[in-house]
């Protein structure tokens, strides 16, 4: 169980890292900030460039933390609430990927949930500075939770922004809206 849970969390990391930089940096295909800010700013994330900025960097941080195995709750809850997220602005398109669908995101934060419940593992940083208690259910609850909690304030803000665009939309078009 020690060595699949570290293999695990480098294998997560390391596809964290990949989609955090293809944000950041246009690595591995990725359109850099200017192309996934227009992608943001389609989804309804205002302004597009600084929300794209901001996810790559939470999720540098949260591929960090599970690398690692440092701080584990708080790295899972990261990369729960940022999935969420992508999972909300994807699922309009279905589940699957190859349409655009929010499997990956979805799968990302599944794993994370996991091991926020089940922990690092002794191969971890958190074992080495006896910060192993940092797993077990109320732990993985509480990085659910949090998760999930501050996936909230960018989907709220993401609806008060399609929502106007909807409202200028039927004006445009001599609708009410209603």
Same mark, same amino acid.
């Given at each position: ?14 596809l ?14 990725g #359109? *850099? %900030?200017?192309?996934? /800010? ?5 989804? +309804?994330?205002?302004?597009? !460039?600084?929300? &794209?900025l =901001?996810?790559?960097?939470v999720?540098?941080?949260g591929?960090?933390?599970?690398? #690692? *195995? %440092?701080?584990?709750? /708080?790295?899972?809850?990261i990369?729960? +609430?940022?999935?969420?997220? !992508?999972?909300? &602005?994807? =699922?309009g ?22 091991l ?11 074992? =080495? ?28 803000s ?21």
């Amino acid at each position: 169980m020690s060595v699949g849970l570290l293999l695990l969390r480098v294998l997560l990391a390391a596809l964290l890292f990949g989609h955090a930089t293809q944000k950041l940096r246009g690595w591995f295909g990725g #359109a *850099g %900030l200017a192309g996934t /800010g227009a992608v943001f700013e389609q989804w +309804g994330f205002a302004p597009g !460039a600084r929300m &794209a900025l =901001a996810a790559g960097l939470v999720e540098l941080a949260g591929a960090v933390s599970i690398a #690692a *195995g %440092l701080l584990t709750p /708080g790295g899972c809850a990261i990369v729960i +609430g940022t999935m969420a997220v !992508a999972t909300v &602005a994807t =699922a309009g398109n279905g589940f699957w990927a190859q349409r655009g669908g929010c499997e990956v995101p979805f799968w990302y934060g599944a794993v994370a949930a996991v091991l926020g419940f089940t922990g690092p593992g002794p191969w971890s940083l958190d074992a =080495a500075l006896g910060m192993d208690r940092l797993s077990g259910y109320a732990w993985g609850a509480a990085a659910l939770a949090l998760g999930l909690l501050a996936s909230a304030v960018p989907l709220a803000s993401r609806t008060r922004t399609l929502r106007a665009r909807r409202a200028a939309t039927a004006q445009g078009d001599g609708r009410t809206g209603i």
